[in-house]
């Protein structure tokens, strides 16, 4: 017969977690009895009611192990290759963008350089000026990406003529789309609208794009899930760091794009141009969390983060059962490591749908697999090490195929939970490049960053009116 | 000239136990003449205030307020100098090693982290329900010394631990022993057949201590919180601790020990324990109902053991019996000791005032005033707020025995004084002064007041039963094992025009 209690009394000696006066814990020690002492804080302020309310809710712990169950079953194969007009009817003078919605008033320099960028590209304007004219006159639409199941790295803009890399879950049955990478320095990204950055946009559309098109739809598709797990066990974190990603990807591509029907010259430039680009998988990893979160979305009850996005203003954050609304809190400013004579004053506020990362388990919350990232983003390995050990105390579960092998190949802290956030007070790690303040500089460096801690609270609200 | 400075740390928390000792280092600092480092919690501020500090309205229960009144700036500084040094002494290392992990955070977290079998959880009262339901979620049986938790949350928590087939002891549970291991408030006894189930800290460690005084060991004390035998609560806890000392090896029988209970949850449980197929004895408090010494010297008898002479130690300069004027004023820290006062003297002197009043009508009012019999439970939820338990800071108790000195309807003082694990490393010397400056300023103004101390420990007990008693019967005091006993000794000074 079981013992009542789990067996409590006749336990040979017990074993004591603590939380509070510290003096009790000490006594115990005194008894030479073994104490895991919780370094417990208050919660966020103002939070105590909400946090009964929803930590109440009886939906709520199958609610959040469904989600995560599906956050991490979850497929990404990489399936198509299409210009975003066709992929998502994106229609012509709309543009997506990173983050939350924004208007064109409060937009940051980088976010408005890419869409001057992209309305040149598009060939709605003649010059920058017009452009911008333009732009702040209301002639055209701007929308999230999210909102059309895609993401894009810093300022994200997509215009109709960009062609977009198509990941699919099958076991969802659910498409994700990201555009494709430019490359290093003076990038539409980072808000560059220069003639070199249009240039490049031009040659992706007429040359990289229908090559990349011919590769997948011949020899794909390829599983980018399985080359996430297996470069996290080769030293990069899948946000900052994506090394061997981008070489495992090009193997993959390769055949199909030699064998493409296009001239050996532009062969030869599209194979240089994707080899010489280290951050050519982010593009592929950001959709395959995409699809990871939007899978885990929708789940009643569920306090589950799924989307975490910046505009470059804006830190956005929305929840697995808050439908389709943003909680929303300044965004920070990183601090890391700048590129040149760049310093901190040069930095724009954080920027990008890349946190997609963070909030699929990977990224920042992987960075103890990515030692080598503290000599990009600033901080030291023991940093690194603990931040993705922090992280566990957010996270819902450890990732079934994301491994960290320093840590015994214990799975990524994945699926972050507002509650334990609003408890703990830690806020997501996230390692992000930096944009220049001004429109048209480029990057300046990368670093470190957190979510603005409001965002977390605001949407506990919103879960607790839902309870 | 002194010079007042007030910092307001927002967010700085720290629990109420570790800002007392960083409050004396401040306070001991030379040059220093008031000094308060606490959590600005409603009665927080409230002392500070009294104290002569002017606390801003933005600062809120997570905050840490700073406070120094010293001799000049440089004294200022060196006390905040000397505070933020014990801050960070106190603070936790983290790990060790290269790289460790952080330490976990919220209690759920810690029992993952070291398989424990058992939660531990004393954070502020608001916080408490929801890192028990996490430790209970994790399969933790949960130990909730924490206070100022609603009823409700209580059967919310005792219900999810029924379902997880967990215990929950508490809300404001002081009091457990499971496996030889003493959790809160406990004192040093050996293991012996008896099981013990508390709905009363001190009460538990009253019959403990007594127990140990007989020569009688316990199997483990469980506690389940003072309400458990309430209605609103319906001794959810109780039924389930029964339950498993009964199945378990090393009890023979059990002892319920409870503040008074409401009968229908007591005629409920005992028809319950009368099918579990082993002696369940009740010490349960109330009207008409035995004293917890009573009940325990029948439950000695019944199992066939020796009731010996309960130890006391008397004092050589106590007045006559009846012949003093004045009322009785028990000043305690223990919640259920000062029930089991009250009950005994209500039997001889009718009415007695108290914060936790045997009657609603007999209640104090805030300034817990009153010319009349008075006892004051000092350990009450409405007196730790932000604070920590009498029985670790005995600042607002010793405030009160110099102020009933100084008060000519004080007749006779009855205090008690609990040893053990969890309580205060030295109690005996501080309470010893203080009974002998009470005893001086009545002397001072014409009457001889009679202090008689309830002594709640054993020799094993790292304060020493026998030290401690000497001490303060070398102060002027009689002190008593039997808090019975002590409430009749001080009752028996009281005069005809009581």
Known sequence: MNQPLRGLLSAESPSVATSGVQLFADALRGQAVEVTEADWQPPM????????????????????????????AAGAELCDVKQAKDALDLERGTFLHAGPPIEWER???????????????????????????????????????????????????????????????????????????????????????????????HWMTDVLGPILQQSVRVTGPFDIKAILAQMLQMGDEGHNRNRAGSLMLLRELLPGMITADASSTDIAEAVRFSGANEHFFLNLGMPACKLATMAAHGVAGSSIVTTMARNGTDFGIRVSGTGDAWFTGPANTPEGLFLGDYGPDDANPDIGDSAITETGGIGGFAMAAAPAIVKFVGGDVAFALQATQRMYEITQGEH???????????????????????????????????????????????????????????????????? | MTVTQVDVRKGAYHDSVTLLQVSRTMGETAGVEAAQVAMATELNVEVLTGMGFDIPDTAGPNDL??????????????????????????????????????????????????????????????????????????????????DNVSVEDE?????????????????????????????????????????????????????????????????????????????????????????????????????????????????????YAGGLGLPVHWATLGAGRPDLTSALEAVLRAEGRDVPGWPKWLSDNDPEPGSVSGSLRGLFCGGTLADEAMLLAAEELGDIRSNIPLRDDLALGSDLRSDGHVVIDFGDDGLTQGRAHPMIDPTLRMERISAEAADPTCGVLLLDLVLGYGAHQDPAGELADAIRAAKDTARADGRELPVVVSLTGTEGDPQGLTRTALTLAAAGASVFLSNRDATRHALSFLGGDR
């Open chain 1, 107 to 201: 937009m940051s320099g980088p976010l408005k350089g890419a869409l001057i960028g992209a309305v040149l590209f598009e060939g709605l304007a003649d010059n920058a000026e017009e452009a911008e004219k333009a732009l702040a006159a209301g002639q055209f639409a701007f929308e999230p990406c999210h909102h059309r199941d895609a993401v894009g790295p810093m300022a994200g803009v997509v215009s109709p003529s960009m062609w977009m890399y198509g990941l699919r879950d099958e076991a969802h049955d659910a498409w994700s789309w990201c555009s494709l990478n430019e490359g290093l320095g003076k990038v539409l990204r980072y808000g560059a609208y220069g003639p070199e950055v249009v240039d490049r946009l």
């Open chain 1, 45 to 72: 302020e103002g939070t105590e009611a909400d946090l009964a309310r929803v930590m109440g809710d009886a939906r709520r712990a199958e609610a959040n192990a469904t989600a995560y169950a599906r956050m991490s």
């Open chain 2, 65 to 146: 307020v700073v406070a120094v009144r010293a001799a000049d700036d440089e004294a200022v500084a060196a006390g905040v100098a000397a505070a933020d040094a014990a801050l960070t002494a106190t603070s936790r290392a983290p790990g060790g090693g290269f790289g460790d992990a952080p330490p976990p955070r919220t209690t759920a977290s810690a029992v993952r982290a070291g398989g424990a079998e058992i939660a531990m959880i004393s954070v502020p009262g608001r916080f408490a329900t929801t890192e028990a339901l996490d430790a209970i979620g994790a399969g933790a049986s949960v130990m909730l010394f924490s």
């Open chain 2, 155 to 271: 059967v919310l928590l005792k219900d999810a631990a029924a379902a997880a087939d967990v215990l929950v002891m508490g809300p404001d549970c002081g009091t457990a022993v499971i496996g030889g291991v003493a959790l809160g408030f406990a004192n040093v006894v050996d293991a012996g057949p008896i099981g013990m189930v508390a709905a009363s800290g001190t009460g538990a460690q009253q019959i403990m201590c007594l127990l140990d005084a007989a020569g009688v060991g316990i199997s483990h004390c469980l506690g389940v919180g003072g309400r458990d035998l309430k209605s609103a609560v319906g001794g959810r806890s109780t039924r389930q601790a029964l339950a498993a000392l009964a199945a378990d090896d090393a009890t023979t029988s059990i002892v319920v020990v409870s503040k008074p209970p409401d009968e229908e949850v007591l005629a409920d449980l005992e028809s």
């Open chain 1, 400 to 467: 079934p195929m994301f491994q960290v092998p320093i840590l015994d190949f214990r799975g990524t802290p994945t699926g972050i939970d507002v509650v334990s956030v609003v408890r703990t007070g830690i806020l997501p790690q996230i390692n992000t490049g930096m944009a220049g303040r001004v429109a048209g500089t480029g990057q300046v460096g990368a670093g470190l960053v957190t979510p603005s801690a409001e965002c977390f609270p605001a949407a506990l609200a919103a879960l607790a009116s839902r309870v």
